[in-house]
């Protein structure tokens, strides 16, 4: 195995044979994602999070939990209120997965 410090190699490299650990760390992942999303957005509107949380009707602690990583709850209707209090839009793709297995078939 060739060396790397790419940290998401590590983690691919040290689970594969792992369905359990991989599935939890895409969904850690994703989770992450939408955060770091809520954030950007939010810094690049030039709100606060209480800014934000006033337009879209909520507490602050609200918005803090939502740009928080480990936050699991994210849900469509929160981020369309967000999106559309940023004057943004969200938009949803279905990917195929990704595998180094082939397909049975």
Do not use: F, W
């Not at 790397?4 to 689970?15: E, F, S």
């Not at 369905?19 to 992450?32: G, M």
């Not at 967000?82 to 595998?99: D, F, G, T, Y």
């Amino acid at each position: 195995m060739a060396k790397t410090n790419d940290a998401l190699q590590i983690i691919k490299n040290l689970n594969h044979d792992d369905p359990e650990l991989e599935e939890l760390i895409k969904e850690a992942s994703l989770n992450a994602m939408v955060a770091q999303l809520i954030y950007d957005a939010r810094i690049n509107a030039g709100l606060t999070q209480q800014q934000l949380a006033d337009r879209i009707g909520t507490k602050q602690s609200v918005i803090a939990r939502l740009e928080d990583a480990d936050y699991e709850g994210h849900s469509l209707s929160m981020l369309q209120r967000i999106a559309r209090a940023l004057n943004h839009q969200v938009e949803i793709k279905l990917l195929p997965i990704e595998s180094d297995k082939p397909l049975a078939g």
